[in-house]
């Protein structure tokens, strides 16, 4: 199992950007995408998660009403749109997978395959 996190870059506080997780190497049919964040000094945060199957979400509480996930079945792709971007969201992204789902949950301990990870910096 692959995946591709593309999409960061710099922007100024109030800014967006989408951010893509292409996933590759795999035939499963249900699993979930999670996205996760750690700044410097900082501990891995989980940011959001989607459930191949029926779609069902999950935000930590400090991007709700600004990020949105959402899926491409057909491209085996995973979108985090993040609007309204703060200085504090600056970190570097990863995105993940969980191979056997239960609901959708952002705890790093259920995901067993990781990207890259995408800086996303965000001025203020």
């Known amino acids: 199992v692959q995946l591709q996190a593309s999409g960061g870059g710099l922007v100024q506080a109030g800014g967006s950007l989408r951010l893509a997780c292409a996933v590759s190497g795999f035939t499963l049919d249900n699993y979930a995408i999670g996205w996760f964040r750690q700044a410097p000094g900082e501990e891995r945060e989980g940011v959001s998660c989607?459930?191949?199957?029926?779609?069902?979400?999950n935000y930590a509480h400090f991007v709700k009403g600004r990020f949105t996930i959402s899926r491409d079945n057909a491209k085996n792709t995973v979108y985090l749109q993040m609007n309204n971007l703060r200085p504090e969201d600056t970190a570097v992204y990863y995105c993940?997978?969980?191979?056997?789902?239960?609901?959708?949950?952002?705890?790093?301990?259920?995901?067993?395959?990781w990207g890259q990870g995408t800086q996303v910096t965000v001025s203020s």
């Open positions: 989607i459930v191949s199957s029926d779609g069902s979400t």
């Open positions: 993940a997978l969980d191979s056997s789902p239960y609901g959708c949950l952002v705890v790093a301990g259920l995901y067993s395959y």
